[in-house]
T-cell receptor, first 111, second 114 residues
Framework: QKEVEQNSGPLSVPEGAIASLNCTYS??????FFWYRQYSGKSPELIMS????GDKEDGRFTAQLNKASQYVSLLIRDSQPSDSATYLC???????????FGKGTKLSVKP | DAGVIQSPRHEVTEMGQEVTLRCKPI?????LFWYRQTMMRGLELLIY????????DSGMPEDRFSAKMPNASFSTLKIQPSEPRDSAVYFC????????????FGPGTRLTVL
């Protein structure tokens, strides 16, 4: 089992819809969870971080964490064509300093 | 405020040549990370430093790869000799560490080995 798993997509949604991106992780000792967005040919940029169970909202983005199920998700409301990118889930394990990244889900928002 | 700086942005070289990639982290950040990204393998951690000391180099593919951090504001990743399978985008990232652990990425170096 891979440490951080994401559906590679592509996930295609119409403009204005809700995009739902999912991620599962294998290490129960994981403490910190991140969603990065990466446009084609660019570097990853942080969208959201979440550290405790429940929902965290920031504008059109909502991160959801369920440690019991080892599951973290990202919801994008009112999706825009500019949201079209690859979304990377990253997890920090225990006391280690590094992040483990999933391979990413490619999102396409159609006008 | 300057972000993570990497150079060169693009590098084309021939198999067997030495390649040196450079990174300047965000001032004040204690952690520095080197990643490699390919379509097949995604974003892979190669090595990371804390306060200039290498902490985990288990991701370094083989002895052809080496990384140094002589001071808090500079790091290098060297490949000698380079091979076509090393072709990838190499990212450097830095972080303050706790409590947020957020990593900030540089623009990357696209390496092509012919």
């Amino acid at each position: 089992q891979k440490e951080v798993e994401q559906n590679s997509g592509p996930l295609s949604v119409p403009e204005g819809a809700i995009a739902s991106l999912n991620c599962t992780y294998s290490d129960r000792g994981s403490q910190s969870f991140f969603w990065y967005r990466q446009y084609s040919g660019k570097s990853p940029e942080l969208i959201m971080s979440i550290y405790s169970n429940g929902d965290k909202e920031d504008g059109r983005f909502t991160a959801q964490l369920n440690k019991a199920s080892q599951y973290v998700s990202l919801l994008i409301r009112d999706s825009q064509p500019s949201d079209s990118a690859t979304y990377l889930c990253a997890v920090k394990r225990g006391s280690q300093g590094n992040l483990i990244f999933g391979k990413g889900t490619k999102l396409s928002v159609k006008p | 405020d300057a972000g993570v700086i990497q150079s060169p942005r693009h590098e084309v070289t021939e198999m067997g040549q030495e390649v040196t990639l450079r990174c300047k982290p965000i001032s004040g950040h204690d952690y520095l990370f080197w990643y490699r990204q390919t379509m097949m393998r995604g974003l892979e951690l190669l090595i990371y430093f804390n306060n200039n000391v290498p902490i985990d180099d288990s991701g370094m593919p083989e002895d052809r790869f080496s990384a140094k951090m002589p001071n808090a504001s500079f790091s290098t990743l060297k490949i000698q000799p380079s091979e076509p399978r090393d072709s990838a985008v190499y990212f450097c990232a830095s972080s303050l560490g706790l409590p947020t652990d957020t990593q900030y990425f540089g623009p990357g170096t696209r390496l092509t080995v012919l």
